[in-house]
């Protein structure tokens, strides 16, 4: 969920979620679409942008300024209904990777998820436990690191394990920012180097939203 939110391009949004654009209070930023979840199961609830969502489970709110919804106290949120939400979204997400690993004749080891590099120790655990019961993973196969670069640089350290000529892929799922996609990476060991590897990535496969 990068700060953009995730992007309608990814996959449809039902009920109970909603997709509107969003301005944030400073208007340094233009509107944005961002994936909405209700806070209670009352008619009418308001909703929150996803990554708001995280920090009410987090019940950590310095994140929450530059939203209009920071004005909700967390005395308003029914927690449980905002994790089922965010779930949500996750198992949907699930649909999409499943779909291209079969596409491909993958098989799922393992999701490495970025993450802000400010996120304290209890952010980390909600969004690992939303991702761990929409994909149906356990808790093992789920790393955390910190933004997009450190997935590259996780990616290549892992390699030193490799065999020799052995090759690894990987599926990365770009969910934010100004685009969603879904690109398949190759590791493989450097036959010159025994702690350095190839990366050779496949063409993105996906929309671009501006």
Known sequence: ????????????????????????????????????????????????????GIYYL???????????????KIEQVNTEVVKSGL?????????????EVELHDFELERVIL????????TLQIEYRGIVRDGFELKDED?????????????SRS???YFKRYEVKVALLVDIGGHSVNLRIVN???????????????????GRTTS
């Open 142 to 154: 789920i790393e955390c690191v910190g933004e997009i670069d450190a997935v590259y640089h996780w």
């Open 58 to 72: 987090g019940e950590r709110h310095a994140g929450l300024a530059e939203y209009r919804t920071s004005s909700i």
């Open 1 to 52: 969920m990068g700060s953009t939110g995730i992007r309608l391009a990814l996959f449809p949004v039902d009920a109970p979620y909603d997709i509107r654009p969003i301005r944030l209070k400073a208007g340094e930023r233009s509107d944005y679409w961002a994936t909405q979840v209700p806070i209670h199961n009352d008619e009418g609830a308001p909703k929150v942008p996803a990554k708001c």
């Open 114 to 121: 970025s993450i802000p590099c400010q996120w304290p120790k």
């Open 158 to 160: 892992k390699t030193k």
């Open 87 to 99: 779930t949500g979204i996750f198992t949907e997400i699930k649909l999409r990777v499943d779909a």
């Open 187 to 205: 590791l493989a060991k450097d036959p010159d180097s025994d702690d350095s590897c190839m990366l050779t990535e496949s063409e993105a496969q």
